[in-house]
Antibody, heavy 119, light 110 residues
Framework: EVQLLESGGGLVQPGGSLRLSCAAS????????MSWVRQAPGGGLVWVSV????????YYADSVKGRFTISRDNPNNRVYLHMDSLRLEDTAVYYC????????????WGQGTLVTVSS | QSALTQPRSVSGSPGQSVTISCTGT?????????VSWYQQYPGRAPKFLIY???RRPSGVPDRFSASKSGNTASLTISGLQADDEADYYC??????????FGGGTKVTVL
């Protein structure tokens, strides 16, 4: 059974930094692309970043480009999202999501971790 | 990366069918056969419903069906049940390793 468990959320001041972690199990982690998707309070889902599988690259939504960095630790089945220069509008639940191999969809999601940017 | 357009809400009585539209552009919905749909209950993580426009993962009832025409994708829920009351999101690959989600549609079972 695929499991994704996010951690690292919390309260941070504008301009601050935070690192989110997602621990994965139940599948061949290194082969799968992994994304972060966020959801502001009362809002919809918004794709944030992806680390493609098989040694591929990293990509970002325009809204976070230059401020967020996605990384992965394949031996330990973890993906991270390092967030710098946080803004009020980055407040959201951040979900880790696994991509279904061979297609561009998100077949498994974690339970999410809440990031609150506030002074 | 612009959001796809979905109706804010749709409703139907038990047993009826409802259809949710998802309108994008030729750069996302119309350009790729990588539209997916997700169901989300309040306070819960999204659940995978449909991928590659119309394919259902194992375990998803065939009451859920989907299609695409041009720049608009659609999700139909047939035989509406009480536990179908949830938010539904469409998503499309938008090229260059980016994705666009719709704003979400609240389905109400009357």
């Amino acid at each position: 059974e695929v499991q994704l468990l996010e951690s690292g959320g919390g309260l941070v001041q504008p301009g601050g930094s935070l690192r989110l972690s997602c621990a994965a199990s139940g599948f061949t982690f290194s082969s799968n692309a992994m994304s972060w998707v966020r959801q502001a309070p009362g809002g919809g889902l918004v794709w944030v970043s992806v680390f493609s599988g098989g040694g591929g690259g990293t990509y970002y939504a325009d809204s976070v480009k230059g401020r967020f960095t996605i990384s992965r630790d394949n031996p330990n089945n973890r993906v991270y999202l390092h967030m710098d220069s946080l803004r009020l509008e980055d407040t959201a639940v951040y979900y880790c999501a696994k991509h279904l191999s061979g297609t561009w969809s998100f077949d498994s999601w974690g339970q999410g971790t809440l990031v609150t940017v506030s002074s | 990366q612009s959001a796809l357009t979905q109706p804010r809400s749709v409703s139907g009585s038990p047993g009826q069918s409802v259809t949710i539209s998802c309108t994008g552009t030729s750069s996302d919905v119309g350009g790729y056969n990588y539209v997916s749909w997700y169901q989300q209950y309040p306070g819960r993580a999204p659940k995978f419903l449909i991928y590659d426009v119309s394919r259902r993962p194992s375990g998803v009832p065939d009451r859920f069906s989907a299609s695409k025409s041009g720049n608009t994708a659609s999700l139909t829920i047939s035989g509406l049940q009480a536990d179908d009351e949830a938010d539904y999101y469409c998503c499309s690959y938008a090229g260059s390793f980016t994705w666009a989600f719709g704003g979400g549609t609240k389905v109400t079972v009357l």
